[in-house]
Every structure is written in structure tokens, then in C-alpha cells.
């Protein structure tokens, strides 16, 4: 089994930073591509950034040039740095993962419990 776990949510005012970690654990053989989806209230589940293992990285056209992914392979976690905040940011934001589990033949998405972020004067 793996386990993410996530941290760095909060309260900020608009226009401040946070930056979400996501760590994974468990029997981890490696990490495929990781992700992190947000979803505020009233809508839909939304994909923000996806970083592959080799360092790729997409963005969600709301948040492109304000928030950055990166990962630290030696320690199964992911990151996001979220800058220029927004309130239409506020949300709670998710880590997947695509992992190889040591004995597994396939790979398997694993999800972390969400963290809130909310961006209010």
C-alpha cells in the first residue's frame, strides 16, 4: 500500500504565496507522474499541474506563469509553489500519484487526503 500525504494549505490574502508538499510512502518502487487537481465548492475536480518523473511539466492555462510544480525524487514528494493568489484559487487542492508498487506488474494512481487553501482578505 502507499500512502500521500499533504501539507501547506492555509489562509492567505490575495496576491500572497503558499507552497503545497505532497509526500508519498509506503512500497514504493518508483513514481510515474504526479499531479495536483483542486476542487472548489460546487465544481468539479480540476487537473492545476503534472510533473513527470524525467521533470516535464504542464499547467492548467489559469494557473500558468503564478504557480510552479517540481518534485524531489529521493523523497517521493512533490511540490507546488503557488504565487499571485487569487480567490478564485480558493479550493482543496489534491496530490496524485502513479506508482509502481514493489511485486505490482501495473502501476496504480494513489490520491492524499487534500489540503484547503483559501485566498480572502
Known amino acids: 500500500q502507499v500512502q500521500l500525504l499533504e501539507s501547506g494549505g492555509g489562509l492567505v490574502q490575495p496576491g500572497g504565496s503558499l507552497r503545497l508538499s505532497c509526500a508519498a510512502s509506503?512500497?514504493?518502487?518508483?513514481?510515474?507522474?504526479m499531479e495536483w487537481y483542486r476542487q472548489a465548492p460546487g465544481k468539479q475536480r480540476e487537473l492545476v499541474a503534472t510533473?513527470?518523473?524525467?521533470?516535464?511539466?504542464k499547467y492548467a492555462d489559469s494557473v500558468k506563469g503564478r504557480f510552479t510544480i517540481s518534485r524531489d525524487n529521493s523523497k517521493n514528494t512533490v511540490y507546488l509553489q503557488m504565487n499571485s493568489l487569487k480567490a478564485e484559487d480558493t479550493a482543496v487542492y489534491y496530490c496524485?500519484?502513479?506508482?509502481?508498487?514493489?511485486?505490482?506488474?501495473?502501476?496504480?494512481?494513489?490520491w492524499g487526503q487534500g489540503t484547503q487553501v483559501t485566498v480572502s482578505s
Open positions: 510533473i513527470t518523473r524525467g521533470g516535464s511539466t
Open positions: 496524485n500519484a502513479n506508482v509502481h508498487e514493489y511485486g505490482s506488474r501495473w502501476p496504480k494512481d494513489y
Open positions: 509506503g512500497s514504493i518502487g518508483s513514481i510515474n507522474a
